[in-house]
T-cell receptor
Framework: SAVISQKPSRDICQRGTSLTIQCQVDSQVTMMFWYRQQPGQSLTLIATANQGSEATYESGFVIDKFPISRPNLTFSTLTVSNMSPEDSSIYLC?????????????FGPGTRLTVL | GDSVTQMEGPVTLSEEAFLTINCTYTATGYPSLFWYVQYPGEGLQLLLKATKADDKGSNKGFEATYRKETTSFHLEKGSVQVSDSAVYFCALSNTGGFKTIFGAGTRLFVKA
């Protein structure tokens, strides 16, 4: 199965700055996703990253705060803009593969972000 | 909308104890059901899945049966090990879409 990696693995940032997280898959995939996992919480889908078009955002998430790029079928970036301490979370990218009757997601190792 | 509810943790067990983590779901149609596991400091990994009613998913000694009549997908293991200590997420994905809905997660601690 494909391997998925993220950079950076962790970062500590100052309030008001921005951080761009990179996600790389070692084979071409159609659907990529970005999730947020706040401390002790479950995963919340931020957006679906579509190659060649704008990302599709979930309720409560906006492009100005979380701009996403998807320049090709193996790569995506998520930027966390104008950060505040409430943005401290693990950010995970994933891709989905259809197995016919089901869709399975594969996750990157995550980026642990701390905002001071 | 679709949702997943799983038992709150943490769950603390001694090695070789029996494990059950309850999971129930609400969904339209016929979703596929999953258990994912997150070991400390790592991303999520698929543990097992079931795609239709009465299917049993199994992996690494863990099992879960898709029960449509009770809308449940409880995770079980007969004898846990210290290395099973992790957070376990129940999840569903509806056919025709790639979105996955996750439960809140249950943290398991296994003591030697």
């Amino acid at each position: 199965s494909a391997v998925i990696s993220q950079k950076p693995s962790r970062d500590i940032c100052q309030r008001g700055t921005s951080l761009t997280i990179q996600c790389q898959v070692d084979s071409q995939v159609t659907m990529m996703f970005w999730y947020r996992q706040q401390p002790g919480q479950s995963l919340t889908l931020i957006a679906t990253a579509n190659q060649g078009s704008e990302a599709t955002y979930e309720s409560g998430f906006v492009i100005d705060k979380f701009p996403i790029s998807r320049p090709n079928l193996t790569f995506s970036t998520l930027t966390v803009s104008n950060m505040s301490p409430e943005d401290s979370s693990i950010y995970l990218c994933s891709f989905a593969i259809s197995g016919g009757s089901y869709n399975e997601q594969f996750f990157g190792p995550g980026t642990r972000l701390t905002v001071l | 909308g679709d949702s997943v509810t799983q038992m709150e943790g943490p769950v603390t067990l001694s090695e070789e104890a029996f494990l059950t983590i309850n999971c129930t779901y609400t969904a339209t149609g016929y979703p596929s059901l999953f258990w994912y596991v997150q070991y400390p400091g790592e991303g999520l990994q698929l543990l097992l899945k079931a795609t239709k009613a009465d299917d049993k998913g199994s992996n690494k000694g863990f099992e879960a049966t898709y029960r449509k009549e009770t809308t449940s997908f409880h995770l079980e293991k007969g004898s846990v090990q210290v290395s099973d200590s992790a957070v376990y997420f129940c999840a569903l994905s509806n056919t025709g879409g790639f979105k996955t809905i996750f439960g809140a997660g249950t943290r398991l601690f296994v003591k030697a």
